[in-house]
T-cell receptor, first 113, second 113 residues
């Protein structure tokens, strides 16, 4: 019940295209869903996050779509750029109860010029 | 404001040795969490501390331990190192326990030979 499943494992997108990464969770107690971006040699950096009381959140080229009934959420990167090439992790947490983030397995995104 | 700092950045040890890793949270942050990142297991939660108290512990053997000091700095210790302990060890800080926004440091890359 603590798992967060993430797909695809890797993704190749052309510059200007849309990158889509999907995650699914089981534990309905999760109430905060962040996405992290990690470049080689760096720690994960918070990209965007959503709570289950909204179905979509947009920040610049990054959008999270959230489907509470299906227990799924996804990250959309519009107008993907080579600089977006990184590993993306979805995560889930029971905010307020703990700082324990449950991470997905990661998606290695390569944006080709 | 300075980010989360971790020292050392790289470490090479041999099997059976012990190691201590250090984390300084963002100024004013009182909560620190530790994660292990490996290619095979991904990002896994080790433990979290708030006000010098361990609030939560992940599913790791007792060889992994940690502590937090009164200035919120934290250390983690791994005793009797095994080859499988080779990983990137990440520290994350947040203002308070249960705070949803956590900020990660660059990590300590531990190699066990």
């Amino acid at each position: 019940q603590q798992q967060v499943k993430q797909s695809p494992q890797s993704l190749i997108v052309q510059k200007g295209g849309i990158s889509i990464i999907n995650c699914a969770y089981e534990n309905t107690a999760f109430d905060y869903f962040p996405w992290y971006q990690q470049f080689p040699g760096k720690g994960p950096a918070l990209l965007i996050a959503i709570r289950p009381d909204v179905s979509e959140k947009k920040e610049g080229r990054f959008t999270i779509s959230f489907n509470k009934s299906a227990k799924q959420f996804s990250l959309h990167i519009m107008d993907s750029q080579p600089g977006d090439s990184a590993t993306y992790f979805c995560a889930a947490i029971r905010a307020g109860a703990t700082n324990k983030l449950i991470f997905g397995t990661g998606t290695l995104l390569a944006v080709q010029p | 404001k300075a980010g989360v700092t971790q020292t050392p950045r790289y470490l090479i040890k041999t099997r059976g040795q012990q190691v201590t890793l250090s984390c300084s949270p963002i100024s004013g942050h009182r909560s620190v969490s530790w994660y292990q990142q490996t290619p095979g297991q991904g990002l896994q939660f080790l433990f979290e501390y708030f006000s010098e108290t361990q609030r939560n512990k992940g599913n790791f053997p007792g060889r992994f331990s940690g502590r937090q000091f009164s200035n919120s700095r934290s250390e983690m210790n791994v005793s009797t190192l095994e080859l499988g302990d080779s990983a990137l060890y990440l520290c994350a800080s947040s203002l308070i326990a249960g705070e949803d926004t956590q900020y990660f440091g660059p990590g300590t890359r531990l190699t066990v030979l």
